[in-house]
DNA sequence: ATTTTCAATGCAAACGTTTGCGGGAATATT
DNA sequence: AATATTCCCGCAAACGTTTGCATTGAAAAT
């Protein structure tokens, strides 16, 4: 049960002041004498005085709250995104109102009509995977402002943060070659994710620019990327006749998948295979030999994404961006693979 | 910039019925008839009328909002009550505003402010290591529901929720003690720690119950239950005289570096030394060996946490419950301890 | 035929805040 | 001294919804 509060009018009627007056006083207008400015101030700092935020954003049609919609908080990648995402949406001055879509289209689809209905300055998603009708979301976006992050789409024409996957993974193939790896397996996730796709682009691209043929064998595609997958597409990279001599497993999950199955066999990594995963995951400095992987910065990525919600919000035109931007990983060279040029 | 959105008086405009039995058609209420309550929700469909909920909870002065505060949301265990939050939040209708504090104490108290001024029907908390301060807290608690959950404190009188923390510890070092380990040292927090210190009360009355003389030698306490800090007690359990042939971590990831520093010092796991952590944290069963952990629920936690806060807000009393529930956990046996007796 | 009853609808106030406009008093300008 | 300007402040409308009460028209009871 909720007690009442002290309101403008109270306020007005103990200093003998019109509520206009009173409410200008505490927004500190122009028009408001400094001596009445502070009598009121001090009179609501006594009583304790906060504003209705439900009359203001009832009034003023907004209500400082950003939607956040992604598929599953648990994961730490997810959860370095939110941390980023709550400390800018503070600096800014925003509240954060979080939901989980747990990989499901139609709660999706809920949680988008909640948030509009719930009057939301904007939001900031990171879409199911499978998301197919995205009717959804084009119906919403010329009435509020959406960013994407992470996991995205080029079919929705919004502002969209994501990290330079391709690269990453160029790099991530290069630094295997550069070792002296040749035969350097892919473990991704079937065409409709739109990050493995980028990140098997940069693997192709890399084998491409030095030169070494693709071999079909050694490109493995499966529907989740959970440890266990890692470990089955393992064990039939290993029953290949001619056998990979690196792994890059799409995200850390699977690496840590291969690597317990490459010790089970008695491979020596990362001399005889050498693993990469993708995430710096926290898993990666528990699981032995250390995982070399790709750090994606979250936070950089939670901060960013608000940045630019609360630009479109707070910009008077309706115009619709949809800027791509770019957040730079960096890879993070463990013990699962050679730190130096291997000659043999 | 925000498009404007379908209203009641458009409604009642376009089907020429005055805005109140456009409001009590789309309510249900008995007074319309059938009729007329079809035709409108009809069109309200049709143009996709959505309440501003805004008005509404000013109208009505509940926002149906809960608001929840935790230390870090980076942390598996919070991320899991997390979601046991927003899971049942959405089935008893609330939405919920999450924020960070970092364990930061001032910040703490900002955010239950800014909470009270964004008028949330209750507030759901983890409060802070060392808040010692709980002045701020047991004023709001007359003004609104508050529960706490995991990191909780007596003194505030009001619903906690917690885990069965001395039971579970002191079914781990039963378990240690029925595989005949007999010089079992436990690595703990500094009193401050509400958990810490419960679960160090299981270990000896574990040890008191099966007449094991308690060394003071084998109790450990240190500021953080950090990897880095499990590894130098380790170290420094090492270089008793008399070692111990077990070691209770009193957090998972105090356990890892155990196990860590175990495995370079060439060290049986578990013959030598056992060890036990607690949380069931995702590293658990990426250490090999496995760790022996106690599971934490933190679904359920969330989900308890959330009906409890509830039915007090949609109590009409202004009763301030202050009961403790404690929620049970497991003891999972993996590989970092025996798995039956041992007879020496 | 008059009154009563009842179902269905409309009127208008209220919630707490912001804000355009207008007015009165004090000060400055001529 | 008259006018213009400036400075403070109050009035009242508006935001979208809910709800107590009034109103209407028709059916039912007398």
Redesign the pocket.
Known sequence: MKK?IC???ELALKL????????????N?????????LKVVNLANKLN????LF??G????KTNMIGVILPNVTHYFSATILKGILKQAEVKGYRVFITESNNNVKKQSEMLHTMMQFGVDGILMSISKKTKNIKDILDLLDKIPIVLFDKVSYKIPCTQIVVNEEEASFKAIEHLIHTGKKRIAIIKEDEFSFSSERRFEGYLRALKENAIDIDKNLIISCEDLSLEQGRRMTKLLLGLKNKPDAIFAITDTAAIGVIKTLKKFNIKIPEDIAVIGFSNSLHSTIIEPKLTTVDQPGEKIGKTAIEYLVKEIESSEAYVSSKTIEIKTTLIVRDSSLKTTSFI
Chains 1, 2 share one sequence.
Not at 29 to 37: C, L, V, W
Not at 58 to 61: A, E, L, P, T, Y
């Open positions: 009442k309101t403008l009018k003998n002041l019109s509520i206009s007056t009173v409410s200008r006083a505490l927004n207008h122009p028009d408001i004498s400094n001596e009445t400015k005085y906060t504003p209705n009359a203001q009832f009034r003023k049609n």
